[in-house]
């Protein structure tokens, strides 16, 4: 049964601050990994897709890799601000179209 | 283009009520699904369906009804509700078949539903 795992749960860093989130999965025949925002009381915001076949996507000030022969993706977040302060979610995508979340990580961006 | 819409944005019902959650796209999507989310239970399948006519159940379909006449509305049933039922309700959607290449997810804002 595939399972999602995120880490940290929850982080805080000062403005500026590079950062790098993980998220990991125990089955590594998934079709794509979807990277979510949701902020608080709100939706899901896609943010990045990445396909099996590739190995990073980038959008912005975000960067998201995927190596699924060691069952990994993270998410980079350069110079954060505090309107990244957000729950981000690690979702992959199955065959069947299902996606497959982790519990998220919490982040707070400090001014 | 509205993306995934979702009515009501808040309910409550008391226990054996039944309603409809509404859940709508207009991007042509044949993939559409329902999930809810719980603190500390993450988001979790309820139905999915491949296209219009065809729906299945996902982790957590006891309660709940679905149906797919057309390929924009995805309606979500809650035939009795139960104070369990109480929790975040989100539609998505995404190509699927030949486009699945590249199926992206999409969420609509969700229905925030109360069962007392």
Same mark, same amino acid.
């Given at each position: 049964?595939?399972?999602?795992?995120?880490? @940290?749960?929850?982080?805080?860093? @000062?403005?500026?601050?590079?950062?790098?989130?993980?998220?990991?999965?125990?089955?590594?025949?998934?079709?794509?990994?979807?990277?979510?925002?949701?902020? @608080?009381?709100?939706?899901?915001?896609?943010?990045?897709?990445?396909?099996?076949?590739?190995?990073?996507?980038?959008?912005?000030?975000?960067?998201?890799?995927?190596?699924?022969?060691?069952?990994?993706?993270? !998410?980079?977040?350069?110079?954060?601000?505090?309107?990244?302060?957000?729950?981000?979610?690690?979702?992959?995508?199955?065959?069947?179209?299902?996606?497959?979340?982790?519990?998220?990580?919490?982040? !707070?961006?400090? @001014? | 283009?509205?993306?995934?819409?979702?009515?009501?944005?808040?309910?409550?019902?008391?226990?054996?009520?039944?309603?409809?959650?509404?859940?709508?796209?207009?991007?042509?999507?044949?993939?559409?699904?329902?999930?809810?989310?719980? $603190?500390?239970?993450?988001?979790?399948?309820?139905?999915?369906?491949?296209?219009?006519?065809?729906?299945?159940?996902?982790?957590?379909?006891?309660?709940?009804?679905?149906?797919?006449?057309?390929?924009?509305?995805? $309606?979500?049933?809650?035939?009795?509700?139960? $104070?369990?039922?109480?929790?975040?309700?989100?539609?998505?959607?995404?190509?699927?078949?030949?486009?699945?290449?590249?199926?992206?997810?999409?969420?609509?804002?969700?229905?925030?539903?109360?069962?007392?």
């Amino acid at each position: 049964k595939q399972e999602v795992t995120q880490i @940290p749960a929850a982080l805080s860093v @000062p403005e500026g601050e590079n950062l790098v989130l993980n998220c990991s999965f125990t089955d590594s025949a998934i079709y794509n990994l979807q990277w979510f925002r949701q902020d @608080p009381g709100k939706g899901l915001t896609s943010l990045l897709l990445i396909q099996s076949s590739q190995r990073e996507q980038t959008s912005g000030r975000l960067n998201a890799s995927l190596d699924k022969s060691s069952g990994r993706s993270t !998410l980079y977040i350069a110079a954060s601000q505090p309107g990244d302060s957000a729950t981000y979610l690690c979702a992959v995508i199955l065959r069947s179209y299902k996606l497959i979340f982790g519990s998220g990580t919490r982040l !707070l961006v400090r @001014p | 283009n509205a993306g995934v819409t979702q009515t009501p944005k808040f309910q409550v019902l008391k226990t054996g009520q039944s309603m409809t959650l509404q859940c709508a796209q207009d991007m042509n999507h044949e993939y559409m699904s329902w999930y809810r989310q719980d $603190p500390g239970m993450g988001l979790r399948l309820i139905h999915y369906s491949v296209g219009a006519g065809i729906t299945d159940q996902g982790e957590v379909p006891n309660g709940y009804n679905v149906s797919r006449s057309t390929t924009e509305d995805f $309606p979500l049933r809650l035939l009795s509700a139960a $104070p369990s039922q109480t929790s975040v309700y989100f539609c998505a959607s995404s190509y699927s078949g030949q486009r699945s290449s590249y199926n992206e997810q999409f969420f609509g804002p969700g229905t925030r539903l109360t069962v007392l």
